[in-house]
């Protein structure tokens, strides 16, 4: 990057410099104060910036909330029903969603405080086993081998992607379809080819083009669900 590239990015970086407009060691002091109005204006952007993105995640979580309600209470009903059955939860997802898939697993598995520990495993944490089906076979697979490999009917596959298109994430859907598992898919935009998947039992789309709004709202979705779930159970057991 460029000298004036730099500048532009970080004008108070030129703010007291030596020979770079500032006030001091041969600077003078207007070039230190137009330094330090640009750092100023740099700063007023950022925080423009933050508010706007903050405003926007909490409208786009309020209108995925909003239509989903119903959907929400129902996966999680079904949820309740598996988990009470003896069943588990199968998260996954790609890049950053891999990382949220093993959140959720983790959130369900180590809830905290009074609620009930739900046997969940992400299919993201086994380099040997990722990395030896990608090398052995393909990238394709390496849910949906797993998947083949510990799931049973009743059980549960959780999909966390932020297009809905990812290969992987569609063989492991159909996959855990003909296992007879209870099929979550969370994705973004439309929905992407998961919304086309035959057979998936519950999808929660986040109508946005951003993968960070997408992600941020689908971190909201699954705790949403989680405690539904918990509440559902809680709610059987009192019965």
């Known amino acids: ?34 330094g330090a109005r640009e750092a100023e204006a740099v700063l007023a952007e950022v925080r423009r910036s933050t508010a706007a993105k903050a405003a926007e995640i909490v409208r786009l979580r309020e209108t995925v909330l909003r239509r989903c309600a119903g959907e929400l209470a129902a996966c999680a009903a079904d949820l309740a029903r598996a988990f009470r059955a003896g069943g588990r939860l199968f998260a996954f997802g790609n890049g950053g969603s891999s990382t949220d898939a093993q959140d959720a697993a983790a959130l369900f598995v180590n809830p905290g405080g009074p609620f009930e ?79 086309e998947t035959p057979g998936l039992d519950h999808l929660f789309v986040v109508p946005s083009p951003s993968v960070h709004r997408v992600q941020e709202t689908q971190t909201t979705i699954y705790h949403a669900l989680w405690e539904l779930t918990q509440s559902a159970l809680d709610t059987a057991e009192a019965h």
């Open 117 to 195: 520990p739900l046997p969940a495993l992400a299919l993201t944490t086994d380099v040997a086993v990722v990395t030896a089906l990608s090398n052995d076979v393909g990238f394709e697979v390496v849910y949906a081998r797993q998947l083949a490999a510990f799931a049973r009917p009743g059980d549960i596959a959780l999909a966390v992607s932020t297009s809905g298109d990812s290969d992987n994430l569609i063989a492991a859907l159909r996959e855990a379809v003909r296992r007879g598992m209870v099929t979550v898919g969370l994705a973004g935009g439309t929905g992407g080819r998961m919304a």
């Open 1 to 34: 990057m460029s000298d004036t590239g730099l500048r532009r990015l970080y004008p108070f970086l030129d703010d007291g410099g030596p020979g770079n407009g500032g006030s001091g060691n041969g600077g003078t002091a207007n070039g230190g104060t137009a």
